[in-house]
C-alpha cells in the first residue's frame, strides 16, 4: 500500500516535472502549462499555484534559485529542483501509473442513481451525453493531427490518445445502452416505468432497490 503523500495535488507533480527541465517562477510555470494545453489533464489555477509552490518549498522539494524581472514588472522568485523533489518525481509518477486507484467519476455517480429519472428522460440525457463526448473525441483528433503535423513526438500525445480510447469506448457503451433501454431488451424497464408512474407521495423507493 502507497504511503499517503503530504502534497497530493497534482498541478504540485506539474511544477516538480516543469523544474527538472530548468528553474522557473511561478507566472512561467502557469504560461508553460497552458501553452503545452495541460489544463485539460490538471486543473490549473493561478492562485492555487502559488499554494503549491509555497507547499513544496517549505516540504524541500524545491529551492529559491534567485529572482527575475521582466520590464517594469516586480522582481519573481526563480525556483529550482531540489534532489529530494526529483526523487519525488520519480515516486509519484510510479504510483499514478502503476498503481490503480478507485476514482469516482461524475457521470458514474449518475449512472448510479439512474433510475431516480423516467426511463425516456434517461434516454434522451444519454443521447445527449454520446453526441458531445463525439464532440470532445473530434476536436481531440483534430488536436493531435495538427500537433503531429508540427513534428511533436507521439510521447508528448498520450494523455489525449489515451482520452480518446476512452472517450470511444464510453460512446459505444452509452450507445448500447441506449439500444437496449429503446427495444426493451433492458430487464427491469416495466418495472422501472412503473416506479415513475405511482402518483407522488406514495413511490416506493428506486426500482431493483429493497424498501
Not at 122 to 129: D, F, K, N, W
Not at 193 to 199: E, I, K, S, V
Request: glycine fraction near 8%.
Amino acid at each position: 500500500m502507497t504511503a499517503e503523500r503530504k502534497i497530493s495535488n497534482p498541478l504540485a507533480l506539474a511544477v516538480l516535472v516543469l523544474l527538472q527541465e530548468r528553474p522557473m517562477h511561478a507566472y512561467e510555470m502557469v504560461t508553460t502549462l497552458r501553452e503545452r494545453e495541460k489544463q485539460d489533464s490538471i486543473n490549473i489555477k493561478y492562485g492555487s499555484l502559488y499554494t503549491v509552490v509555497r507547499a513544496l518549498h517549505r516540504e524541500g522539494l524545491i529551492e529559491e534559485a534567485g529572482t527575475a524581472r521582466s520590464g517594469r514588472r516586480p522582481e519573481r522568485t526563480v525556483y529550482a529542483l531540489t534532489d529530494r523533489g526529483r526523487v519525488e518525481i520519480r515516486d509519484w509518477l510510479r504510483e499514478l501509473i502503476g498503481e490503480p486507484q478507485h476514482e469516482f467519476p461524475r457521470f458514474v455517480a449518475g449512472l448510479s442513481l439512474l433510475p431516480a429519472l423516467p426511463p425516456e428522460e434517461a434516454v434522451e440525457l444519454l443521447e445527449r451525453r454520446a453526441e458531445r463526448v463525439a464532440e470532445r473525441l473530434a476536436a481531440y483528433r483534430a488536436r493531435m493531427a495538427e500537433t503531429r503535423a508540427a513534428g511533436v513526438a507521439d510521447i508528448h500525445l498520450v494523455e489525449d490518445d489515451y482520452r480518446i480510447a476512452v472517450g470511444q469506448a464510453e460512446v459505444e457503451w452509452i450507445r448500447r445502452l441506449v439500444d437496449a433501454l429503446r427495444s426493451g431488451a433492458f430487464a427491469g424497464m416495466d418495472e422501472w416505468r412503473a416506479h415513475h408512474r405511482r402518483p407522488a407521495g406514495r413511490a416506493a423507493g428506486p426500482p431493483g432497490e429493497a424498501g
